[in-house]
Structure formats: structure tokens, C-alpha cells
């Protein structure tokens, strides 16, 4: 009798940790009839994006090593919109939007596209920000770094090592993210814990010992060779 007890218990604490860290996907398509909105539904697919929505997802709670509940942002349910609009995509209150124009005039390999840019805008819904004190071109730079480490980039980005200033985002920051999780693993991951409040240059300092603009020279000097 006890150990039936214990057992119903522990499927009962199972369920209820379950339905916790779940995660609703919904895909909506409300591009019509556009070219982009034909070229999503033939090779693309609802199916195919709630999967890679999941995906993202697992992959990026790997990424900032959040193992638990707590540790990662409360979100309940993301919505993917696909519509026309301009831009490329764009992630706000658990929700991203992807632009059918650009699905539709995409004209490398659609999917694998797609999918770098779902990882990308994923990231958002996931990482700290710092309470919005976080700089814009840090905030791009993980979600890029996500990317590349998924290996979904596309070929028109920047080479390591290539670059102007370290905070301008993009490709560009998540090359140099990624020199910097380099010298010392799980950089990024703490990086992002230590934003979920708030965000100060001496985060950096205190992870690797060095200020930004000193690993940036470091970084620069080591493709310069």
C-alpha cells in the first residue's frame, strides 16, 4: 500500500512539473494568398514550425543551462505569426512575426532560413534583458549567438574575427560571444543569468577579468595574425 502511495505521488509530482515548464505553439498564417504565404504552406509547413518552435525552445533552455523551472522565463504559450509586413521578423509579448514578403523573394535553401530566424527571435522570448537596461547590440548579439551554435547561419555573415565595435549586434557580437565563451565555457549562459534583473558593464569583468573593450582588442589581435 505505501509503495502504491508513493508511486501515485511521484506521477502525481510529475504531471504537475509537466504541465508547468509546457509550452503552448501556436502557428497562424495570415498572409492570404501572397506568394510568401503559398511558398510557407508547400515548403514549410504548421507542423513543421510548432517542431522547430519546440526545438528552439529545448535548445535554447540548453544554452543558458536552465535546468529548471525557475531558472527560466514564465511563458505559457508563443504564437507564431506568419503575415506581410516589412523587415525580416520580429519577436514582442511572446509572440513572433515572420514576414511572408520575405519567405517569398527568399532564394536560398527557404527552410533552413526559416528556421535560423525562429531560433533567432525564440532567443528573445527567452533571454533576460536586464529589465530593458540591457544594450540593444548585446541583446541581438545572443540571439545570433544561438543561431550559430544551432549551425543555422546563413553564408553572408561576417567571418571571425571581422567587425567594427563588439556591441553592434548581430553577427558581429555573436562571432565575438562566442570567442568569449571560448575562454571560459558557460560565458554566455551566465552572462544571461546575471541580466535577469538588470545589466552592468562589470558583469563581463567579473566572468572573464578582463573590461569588453580589452577582450574586444584581444579578439581583434587573435584574427589580425
Same mark, same amino acid.
Given at each position: 500500500?505505501?509503495?502504491?502511495?508513493?508511486?501515485?505521488?511521484?506521477?502525481?509530482?510529475?504531471?504537475?512539473? *509537466?504541465?508547468?515548464?509546457?509550452?503552448?505553439?501556436? %502557428? /497562424?498564417?495570415?498572409?492570404?494568398?501572397?506568394? $510568401?504565404?503559398?511558398?510557407?504552406?508547400?515548403?514549410? $509547413?504548421? @507542423?513543421?514550425?510548432?517542431? /522547430?518552435?519546440?526545438?528552439?525552445?529545448?535548445? =535554447? !533552455?540548453?544554452?543558458?543551462?536552465?535546468?529548471?523551472?525557475?531558472?527560466?522565463?514564465?511563458?505559457? +504559450?508563443?504564437?507564431?505569426?506568419?503575415?506581410?509586413?516589412?523587415?525580416?521578423?520580429?519577436?514582442?509579448?511572446?509572440? =513572433?512575426?515572420?514576414?511572408?514578403?520575405?519567405?517569398?523573394?527568399?532564394?536560398?535553401?527557404?527552410?533552413?532560413?526559416? /528556421?535560423?530566424?525562429?531560433?533567432?527571435?525564440?532567443?528573445?522570448? !527567452?533571454? !533576460?534583458?536586464?529589465?530593458?537596461?540591457? @544594450? $540593444?547590440?548585446?541583446?541581438?548579439?545572443?540571439?545570433? #549567438?544561438?543561431?550559430? +551554435?544551432?549551425?543555422?547561419? @546563413?553564408?553572408?555573415?561576417?567571418? @571571425?574575427?571581422? $567587425?567594427?565595435? !563588439?556591441?553592434?549586434? #548581430?553577427?558581429?557580437?555573436?562571432?565575438?560571444?562566442?570567442?568569449?565563451?571560448?575562454?571560459?565555457?558557460?560565458?554566455?549562459?551566465?552572462?544571461?543569468? +546575471?541580466?535577469?534583473?538588470?545589466?552592468?558593464?562589470?558583469?563581463? %569583468?567579473?566572468?572573464?577579468?578582463? /573590461?569588453?573593450?580589452?577582450?574586444?582588442?584581444?579578439? +581583434?589581435?587573435?584574427?589580425? *595574425?
Amino acid at each position: 500500500m505505501f509503495h502504491c502511495k508513493f508511486v501515485l505521488s511521484l506521477l502525481v509530482s510529475l504531471a504537475v512539473l *509537466q504541465s508547468i515548464s509546457a509550452v503552448d505553439y501556436v %502557428v /497562424t498564417n495570415k498572409a492570404g494568398s501572397s506568394g $510568401g504565404s503559398v511558398r510557407f504552406k508547400h515548403e514549410i $509547413g504548421i @507542423p513543421y514550425s510548432k517542431q /522547430t518552435l519546440e526545438s528552439a525552445t529545448k535548445f =535554447i !533552455w540548453k544554452i543558458f543551462q536552465q535546468n529548471s523551472v525557475a531558472e527560466r522565463k514564465n511563458v505559457q +504559450k508563443v504564437t507564431l505569426i506568419i503575415e506581410n509586413m516589412d523587415g525580416v521578423a520580429y519577436a514582442v509579448n511572446n509572440e =513572433i512575426h515572420v514576414n511572408a514578403n520575405y519567405l517569398g523573394n527568399y532564394t536560398g535553401d527557404l527552410k533552413r532560413e526559416f /528556421t535560423g530566424v525562429l531560433y533567432h527571435e525564440m532567443t528573445h522570448i !527567452w533571454q !533576460w534583458d536586464g529589465n530593458g537596461q540591457t @544594450p $540593444g547590440g548585446l541583446i541581438e548579439g545572443i540571439a545570433d #549567438y544561438v543561431r550559430l +551554435k544551432a549551425k543555422y547561419i @546563413p553564408s553572408h555573415w561576417v567571418k @571571425p574575427g571581422q $567587425g567594427d565595435k !563588439w556591441d553592434k549586434g #548581430y553577427d558581429v557580437t555573436a562571432r565575438f560571444l562566442d570567442y568569449c565563451n571560448s575562454l571560459k565555457s558557460g560565458f554566455v549562459a551566465e552572462l544571461n543569468k +546575471k541580466m535577469r534583473s538588470g545589466y552592468k558593464a562589470t558583469y563581463v %569583468v567579473n566572468l572573464l577579468g578582463k /573590461t569588453v573593450d580589452q577582450l574586444w582588442s584581444d579578439y +581583434k589581435a587573435k584574427y589580425s *595574425q
